[in-house]
């Protein structure tokens, strides 16, 4: 969803805006989604927690990679701590393997007509789909102050300019770019800082996780680094991609004569 929006130009204010996504991809934030998906079918319970058991799922699989700085909110809104034991590397084999995975939705569309013999649309079901919806757009808005006050991503610590000096920070997968002679990185809420003890080995425009702690308000000093490849996001794209294609192919065929006739008939 944050990709989405950032994709339209919508400025939104920063520390809020990732607050307010942190909160929207906890585990809780998932249910609504996944009971309005539900909804779409004649098994709404089965459907609908099979949707949320692939979202517990992905955060988990995603808690398992050593992605820096980064968590996974499961117990949320009761406790905002991150889990991230992060057992393996973003480019290690296993997290490749986990990527070439993304390939088996794709299986799942060559069953699409079966699948939408499934589907059940009414005028009821889509008024409670969209009541789930609203609610999982809106209610984010009221745990913003406690994402930020957990300092889950390190948005508290980012919130202020006061007091910076001394804290710890950690990015995942930033851009790193030489301005000059000064080497600088961009915080996943836009703000700029400089690295005054960039490391020889590192390649401008290249993207890195950094620990890293405030010299001052706008720089901080590397205590460890490490290099990413873009493997990882066309992985993730295609996979989004493949869930598209099931989706839309479900819903063609299920609006098709024959699709229309057998619901009838059930």
Same mark, same amino acid.
């Given at each position: !969803?944050?990709?989405?929006?950032?994709?339209?130009?919508?400025?939104?204010?920063?520390?809020?805006?990732?607050?307010?996504?942190?909160?929207?991809?906890?585990?809780?934030?998932?249910?609504?989604?996944?009971?309005?998906?539900?909804?779409?079918?004649?098994?709404?319970?089965?459907?609908?927690?099979?949707?949320?058991?692939?979202?517990?799922?992905?955060?988990?699989?995603?808690?398992?990679?050593?992605?820096?700085?980064?968590?996974?909110?499961?117990?949320?809104?009761?406790?905002?701590?991150?889990?991230?034991?992060?057992?393996?590397?973003?480019?290690?084999?296993?997290?490749?393997?986990?990527?070439?995975?993304?390939?088996?939705?794709?299986?799942?569309?060559?069953?699409?007509?079966?699948?939408?013999?499934?589907?059940?649309?009414?005028?009821?079901?889509?008024?409670?789909?969209?009541?789930?919806?609203?609610?999982?757009?809106?209610?984010?808005?009221?745990?913003?102050?406690?994402?930020?006050?957990?300092?889950?991503?390190?948005?508290?610590?980012?919130?202020?300019?006061?007091?910076?000096?001394?804290?710890?920070?950690?990015?995942?997968?930033?851009?790193?770019?030489?301005?000059?002679?000064?080497?600088?990185?961009?915080?996943?809420?836009?703000?700029?800082?400089?690295?005054?003890?960039?490391?020889?080995?590192?390649?401008?425009?290249?993207?890195?996780?950094?620990?890293?702690?405030?010299?001052?308000?706008?720089?901080?000093?590397?205590?460890?680094?490490?290099?990413?490849?873009?493997?990882?996001?066309?992985?993730?794209?295609?996979?989004?991609?493949?869930?598209?294609?099931? !989706?839309?192919?479900?819903?063609?065929?299920?609006?098709?004569?024959?699709?229309?006739? !057998?619901?009838?008939?059930?």
């Amino acid at each position: !969803m944050r990709r989405l929006i950032n994709a339209t130009g919508i400025a939104l204010e920063p520390i809020t805006a990732y607050a307010y996504f942190i909160a929207q991809a906890s585990l809780v934030g998932c249910l609504l989604p996944s009971i309005a998906f539900g909804l779409f079918f004649r098994s709404v319970k089965l459907v609908a927690a099979f949707a949320l058991l692939g979202s517990l799922l992905h955060l988990l699989l995603d808690s398992l990679q050593d992605k820096w700085g980064v968590g996974v909110h499961l117990l949320a809104p009761y406790n905002w701590q991150t889990l991230q034991p992060g057992i393996f590397e973003l480019d290690s084999s296993i997290a490749h393997l986990l990527s070439f995975a993304g390939i088996i939705p794709f299986l799942f569309i060559v069953r699409a007509r079966q699948d939408a013999r499934l589907v059940r649309f009414s005028s009821v079901r889509m008024a409670a789909s969209c009541v789930c919806l609203i609610a999982y757009f809106s209610a984010p808005f009221l745990f913003i102050n406690d994402v930020v006050a957990s300092d889950s991503r390190y948005l508290q610590t980012l919130a202020s300019e006061v007091g910076r000096r001394g804290k710890f920070l950690e990015l995942d997968r930033e851009t790193a770019s030489v301005v000059g002679d000064s080497w600088y990185t961009t915080t996943h809420v836009g703000e700029i800082l400089k690295i005054v003890n960039p490391d020889t080995n590192m390649v401008d425009g290249d993207t890195y996780s950094f620990k890293a702690e405030f010299r001052n308000v706008g720089e901080i000093q590397l205590i460890d680094w490490k290099k990413h490849s873009g493997a990882r996001d066309i992985a993730s794209h295609i996979g989004l991609l493949a869930i598209g294609c099931w !989706m839309v192919a479900v819903l063609v065929l299920s609006r098709t004569p024959k699709s229309a006739a !057998m619901e009838e008939a059930g």
